[in-house]
């Protein structure tokens, strides 16, 4: 009996717009949601998905399967976003900082971050996971609001796990004077 991996795997090395399909229905939100948390803004974040997606269909014969699917595309993500942060300025005159993600979740149950961002101190969070360094913010999405294990954080950043475990450690007593009430 063959696995979902082994039948995306399948998929993309045969270039099957019908599995292509099935994972921009079941990942474009997710990838939007991250794009939009590691970039730190919305705008051009749109083109990189479609960016994201062409080369999924290029490059997919090298998705072998044996792993989950969403460390990899997660990574093919993040590694297009630092090529275009390389070659864009990080902000443009023609950004609209009321551009909000307008997509809704492709799984019926809500992450851990949407069950966080329900409480009285969403905003407040947002706001501080915005100060945060771009190392800290992506490792704490990754693991809290992707779900994803350090493991496969560690595949997705490349950087150990010790690191990974570290920028998460690090990130969350960043954030725990705001919580408190302290001075950060």
Not at 133 to 154: G, K, N, V, Y
Not at 164 to 182: D, N, T
């Amino acid at each position: 009996m063959e696995s979902d991996t082994e039948r995306i795997a399948l998929g993309l090395r045969q270039k099957d717009v019908a599995v292509l399909e099935k994972l921009v229905e079941q990942y474009q939100y997710r990838l939007v949601r991250y794009l939009v948390s590691l970039l730190g803004r919305r705008d051009g974040v749109d083109d990189l998905v479609q960016d994201i997606w062409l080369r999924v269909l290029e490059r997919g014969e090298s998705y072998n399967g044996l792993s989950r699917f969403e460390p990899w595309l997660f990574r093919v993500a993040r590694n297009l976003a630092l090529d275009a942060m390389r070659k864009r300025p990080m902000f443009s005159l023609d950004s609209n900082e009321e551009d909000v993600v307008r997509s809704s979740p492709a799984s019926s149950e809500p992450s851990p971050y949407t069950l966080a961002a329900r409480t009285q101190d969403a905003e407040r969070l947002a706001h501080t996971l915005e100060t945060l360094e771009p190392l800290f913010r992506e490792a704490l999405m990754l693991r809290f609001q992707e779900d994803l294990s350090l493991q496969e954080i560690s595949v997705i950043v490349g950087a150990p796990v010790s690191t990974v475990a570290s920028r998460i450690y690090r990130g969350l007593a960043m954030l725990r004077p705001q919580f408190e009430g302290e001075p950060a």
